[in-house]
């Protein structure tokens, strides 16, 4: 996975996006994290990168490639640029009753992007 | 290409000049991506803290918080990246605490607070009472254990005053300090019910004997409030992520 940072020629990468719970005024009922990495993926993916990182193992997915590298795409063309890996983030917050809630939310953070 | 930004939501971003306009685009939406992630409409509506002393000792007595000597909280895990990505299940984990009110009908009388509003098909793993046993002065210098017997009922709120009894249990007291009880049959069927309110009844017998006192909701001891420990997890199984 590249990581946005000016030197990817615009190619499909992970831009990093943090938000202080403090600056938006969320800090009186999120306890913890401070902050949330709300990464997102950005750019563009050539024929040539469909596929990489997430399958680009699979020997189908080589045989396509091949394909779309020679301009004669089998099936779609376009891909899109999209989280190939996410993590969970723990959460700790005030709920409506002033519960303290201990929440681990799955799929949260974007860790990696690639070509799909 | 205009054909790949017309199909990709992705490509075709960060243009130079939307850069102000697209951060606070992001801004909301990841404000609305969390509140959904929570299954939350919108952020709670927070109007009186509470008791830093409560909220302290609550976390200090849970394996997942600690908290540092400057009164911050330090919870492992909660750097943001959980420490398991490969943590598919969500799992909650809801501190309670204790209120009483005018509905209440007796000292011994106190009432949680929770719903499964916002945390919808949430399973109750395990849910235990936390209550605090003071030693009373002129008890702990004899180092003496005292066995009392603690009795836990509830009631409906508003009904004929008929205590139900939910558990027993014999506990032995060296010096002042916190023990747990089991209530998680009482939680589940609660919430099963739709309802949002656990009333509970606290009966010690021999604590007088012992000179000893359960600290049930005193404003004067904030560190010492009773609370309710809910280990949850979504009940949904059919949205559950298996990796193979």
Known sequence: ?116 | TVSQESQCASCGLGHPDDSGRMDTDFLEAVKRHILNRLQMRERPNITHPIPKAAMVTALRKLHAGKVREDGRFEIPNLDGHAAHNEVQEETSEIISFAESDDVTPSKSSLYFLISNEGNQNLYVLQANLWLYFKLLPGTQEKGLRRKVTVRVHYYEPGGQNVHWPMMEKRVELKRSGWHTFPVSEAVREMLAKGGRRQDLDIHCDGCEAANVQPILVDPNDPSHRPFLVVHAQQADGKHRIRKR
């Not at chain 1, 590249?2 to 030197?7: A, F, H, M, Q």
């Not at chain 1, 950005?42 to 779309?68: I, K, M």
């Not at chain 1, 959460?91 to 992007?113: A, G, Q, S, T």
């Open chain 1, 1 to 116: 996975g590249l990581e946005c940072d000016g030197t990817n020629g615009g190619l499909c990468c992970r831009q990093q996006f943090y938000i202080d719970f403090r600056l938006i005024g969320w800090n009186d009922w999120i306890i913890a994290p401070a902050g949330y990495y709300g990464n997102y993926c950005e750019g563009s993916c050539p024929a040539y990168l469909a596929g990489v990182p997430g399958s680009a193992s699979s020997f189908h997915t080589a045989v396509v490639n091949q394909y779309r590298m020679r301009g004669m795409s089998p099936g779609s063309v376009n891909s899109c640029c999209i989280p190939t890996k996410l993590s969970t983030m723990s959460m700790l917050y005030f709920d409506d009753e002033y519960n303290i809630v201990k929440r681990d939310v799955p799929n949260m953070i974007v860790e990696e992007c690639g070509c799909a």
